[in-house]
């Protein structure tokens, strides 16, 4: 019994085993697509927003606003519409449609821009404005303590305290930096291993950001040690982890598996846990699991 937002965190994490080519290490993913708003995000927009109401600086009357890929707008939808407030969400356009009409089902007003850097710059601008507030995902350290407050202790207890490594994509980064503060205050030998794109690459939800736009969350001290993964390769194995593991995610979970099989094989012992950060069902619309 309880509210929609208990019924946030506390997801499953499952065991990778037919594709992992390493019998010595485990791997296993933590299925964030299980939170409410059927992604890891639910994490942070609950804690930006509820903060900031907490500290005085939200009130009934101020109008949300915030740029976003997808995963984040649809979670800061989902909790102002629990506190009922206003939330305008700006989006590059070549988002899955699924996204935006999930966003506008919860009451957000939605803004389609041509790129995520020109939907920053349009949320920063807006923000200014009196009566609105701007959340800023990419600087507010309500991001990544969400996840110093609830992802790293669920990891650090259902791994029984073995964790090895932690493999994270890094999009606005807030996942892996709250996690690897609260990992390596349990333990300091813990890998903290953070994805991004080949230069090539376009994968929803992880970014190799320009200088001037890289989050200022951000602090490269708490990663050690930063892979590549292509946009062909984390599609390929988005497919394969469903068809063979039976895990239904997006494309950065795909990438983040990848990238926790390649440290597999490199390992004679270890736990890995990567982060699935969302849902198959928010890619139907692309050709992400079309037949290859």
Known sequence: MGTLIDCIGNTPLVEIT???PNPAVRIFAKLEGNNPGGSVKDRAALNMIR???????????TKLV??????????????????????????PSN????????????????TLLES??????????????????????????????AHYKSTGPEIWKDTEHKITHFVSSMGTTGSIMGNSMYLKEKNPAIQIVGCQPTEDSSIPGIRRWPK??????????????????????ASEYTRKMAKAE????????????????????ELTSGVIVF??????????????????
């Open 18 to 20: 037919k594709l992992n």
């Open 66 to 91: 915030e740029a976003t890929s997808g995963n984040t707008g649809i979670a800061l939808a989902m909790i102002a519409a629990i506190y009922g407030l206003d939330i305008e969400l700006v989006m």
């Open 116 to 145: 995520i850097e020109k939907c920053r710059d349009y949320a920063e601008e807006k923000g200014v404005t009196p009566g609105y507030f701007l959340l800023n995902q990419f600087a507010n350290p309500d991001n990544y303590l």
């Open 212 to 233: 001037e736009y890289l989050p200022k969350i951000f602090d490269a001290s708490r990663v050690d040690r930063i892979m590549d993964v292509s946009q062909d390769e």
């Open 275 to 292: 982060i699935a950060c969302d849902r198959g069902d928010r890619y139907l619309s692309s050709d992400l699991f079309l037949s290859k």
């Open 51 to 61: 903060s900031a109401m907490e500290r005085g600086e939200v009130t009934k009357e």
């Open 95 to 110: 988002s899955t449609r699924e996204r935006t009409l999930t966003m506008e089902a919860f009451g957000a007003k939605v």
């Open 246 to 265: 039976g895990v239904f995610a997006g494309m950065s979970s795909g990438g983040a598996l990848a990238c926790a099989l390649r440290l597999a094989s």
